[in-house]
């Protein structure tokens, strides 16, 4: 598809229980973000990867929460030791990057939904 | 740091009539693009409209426009003719400097808007 795409929509963890949430973002996007959505409040920042490289993860909650890009396209989000705090929509987005035309919008994926028990 | 504010938890309009979502947020910087995003239902969120802070001229893109005052930090979405399609969450977002790499959005916590028939 041409759009960003995020697996598992749905995840349902055992607190204690490591998770990986996967993101395909547009082809070609130099920019991927993570970001964390409680129950009705706004994203939070988590991540940023420009292309392979992992420039901002000043978001990231705890040492548990690890993500990688490592051939600069598909990234993962892994949870490890759930708590049940971490439970929340994880949203990934990506933008084409500065190219002399960014025009700052972000494309979003439709999340992960993450229920930790 | 950066802060949004949305002081409109919840808002309704009757179908066909206008409503209009505010925002205000807290910056140092001089130049930044501020964004109104939707958020439909277990559906991604997209974006609805940006202003960039040095023009002056109020974005509008069809039946949506925003009111930008920047010396009172202000900036707000005015949806005229509103249709059942636009019952969403709707997040007033900040980002530094879209010309560059890696400037995270920063969200407000969100309306919820229902149009009623």
């Known amino acids: 598809g041409a759009g960003v795409s995020q697996s598992p929509r749905y995840k349902v963890a055992k607190r204690g229980q490591d998770v990986a949430l996967r993101c395909d973002p547009i082809?070609?996007?130099?920019?991927l973000f993570w970001y964390q959505q409680a129950l009705g409040q706004g994203p939070e920042f988590l991540t940023y990867?420009?292309?392979?490289?992992?420039?901002?993860k000043s978001g990231l909650p705890s040492d548990r929460f690890f993500a990688e890009r490592p051939e600069g396209s598909v990234s993962t989000l892994k949870i490890q030791r759930t708590q049940q705090e971490d439970s929340a929509v994880y949203l990934c987005?990506?933008?084409?990057?500065?190219?002399?035309?960014?025009?700052?919008?972000?494309?979003f994926g439709e999340g992960s939904r993450l229920t930790v028990l | 740091a950066q802060t949004v504010t949305q002081s409109q938890p919840e808002m309704s309009v009757q179908e066909a009539e206008t409503v209009t979502l505010s925002c205000t947020y807290d910056?140092?910087?001089?130049?930044?693009?501020l964004f109104w995003y939707k958020q439909p239902p277990s559906r991604q969120m997209i974006l609805v409209i940006r202003?960039?802070?040095?023009?002056?001229q109020n974005a509008t893109e069809n039946r949506f426009s925003v009111n930008f005052q920047k010396a009172a930090k202000s900036f707000s979405l005015k949806i005229s003719d509103s249709q059942l399609g636009d019952t969403a969450m709707y997040f007033c977002?900040?980002?530094?400097?879209?010309?560059?790499?890696?400037?995270?959005?920063?969200f407000g916590a969100g309306t919820i808007l229902r149009v009623k028939s």
């Open positions: 987005a990506s933008s084409p990057g500065y190219s002399g035309g960014n025009t700052g919008e972000l494309f």
């Open positions: 082809s070609g996007h130099v920019s």
């Open positions: 990867f420009q292309n392979e490289a992992q420039l901002d």
């Open positions: 910056t140092s910087e001089s130049n930044y693009y």
């Open positions: 202003q960039e802070a040095y023009k002056q």
């Open positions: 977002a900040f980002m530094k400097d879209a010309m560059e790499y890696g400037n995270k959005l920063v």
